[in-house]
């Protein structure tokens, strides 16, 4: 099965600065790739995804990046907010197959 | 659009007894709902994929007896934990997935806000 790989598993950034989250799948087959924002207690919140098809996508101040021959993808987040502060999860599936395999998660702490 | 609600959303229970969670999809159709649970400080876990009127899949390692599931419905999903016991406590999460107004893509889930099952 699939198997997704993150980190760093915390990050701490000053704000206005750029943070940066590195994702790595196992499965050349997974071709859906969307990044959650997940804040304590509360649910999942998809922030942006991609699907493999592109190599980048970007939404303001969030881009995200995919590397299909190396099985890696990652997260920006530019001009860093306080309300950036969150957990960010990576998951990774394949059309056909709905199951979402997510990444161990990345503390990010943004530091006033 | 694209909302799921969960029901309820914190449940304290004795050990022994069983605990019913809801998952509905409110304003659109879920072809297919998904159960997680999260222990505090990781990630979400899997535990079954669920479509409407057809047996849940689990994943390996997860009681299909201890955990029921039932999607009697293309907006209803429930999860009963049986015969809870103490490490059965966590926060639950569904999630709903379908053709949603504003999805990003056909693969797309749209969570609950979770349900914490705390049993003494």
């Known amino acids: 099965g699939e198997n997704v790989e993150q980190h760093p598993s915390t990050l701490s950034v000053q704000e206005g600065d750029s943070a940066v989250i590195k994702c790595t799948y196992s499965?050349?087959?997974?071709?859906?790739f969307p990044w959650y924002k997940q804040e304590l207690g509360k649910r999942p919140q998809l922030i942006i995804d991609?699907?493999?098809?592109?190599g980048e996508k970007k939404d303001q101040r969030i881009a995200v990046t995919l590397n299909k021959t190396a099985k890696h993808f990652s997260l920006h987040i530019t001009e860093t907010q306080p309300e950036d502060s969150a957990v960010y999860f990576c998951?990774?599936?394949?059309?056909?197959?709905?199951?979402?395999?997510f990444g161990t998660g990345t503390r990010l702490t943004i530091i006033p | 659009g694209a909302v799921v609600s969960q029901h309820p959303s914190r449940v304290i229970c004795k050990s022994g007894t069983s605990v019913k969670i809801e998952c509905r999809s409110l304003?659109?159709?879920?072809?297919?709902m998904f159960w997680y649970r999260q222990f505090p400080k990781q990630s979400l876990m899997l535990m079954a994929t669920?479509?409407?009127?057809?047996?849940?899949?689990?994943e390996q390692g997860v009681e299909k007896d201890k955990f029921l599931i039932n999607h009697a419905s293309l907006t209803l999903s429930t999860l009963t934990v049986t015969s809870a016991h103490p490490e059965d406590s966590s926060f639950y999460i569904c999630?709903?997935?379908?053709?949603?107004?504003?999805?990003?893509?056909?693969?797309?889930?749209?969570f609950g806000p979770g349900t914490r099952l705390t049993v003494l």
């Open positions: 999630s709903a997935r379908g053709l949603a107004g504003g999805a990003s893509s056909y693969n797309e889930q749209f």
């Open positions: 669920s479509n409407e009127g057809s047996k849940a899949t689990y």
């Open positions: 998951a990774a599936s394949m059309v056909g197959n709905e199951k979402l395999t």
């Open positions: 991609i699907r493999s098809n592109v």
């Open positions: 499965d050349s087959a997974s071709n859906y």
């Open positions: 304003d659109f159709q879920a072809t297919t």
